[in-house]
């Protein structure tokens, strides 16, 4: 087993976290499904409301 030098290491950590594309797609679904969740239950609540004229 050879010795990898710690700035090497680093560089090869880099260049993997690159090739990883998932992380801005999930941060994208997650912020759609929240905001959608917030949007239905606005609207579902907004029906609920009474109207005391």
Known sequence: MEHTPP???LTEAAGAAEQQGAG??????LVVMIVGCVLTAWF???GYRRKDD
């Not at 801005?24 to 679904?29: A, F």
Request: avoid cysteine; charged fraction near 25%; hydrophobic fraction near 75%.
């Open 7 to 9: 700035a090497a290491w």
């Open 24 to 29: 801005d797609l999930l941060r994208v679904v």
């Open 44 to 46: 579902l609540l907004r």
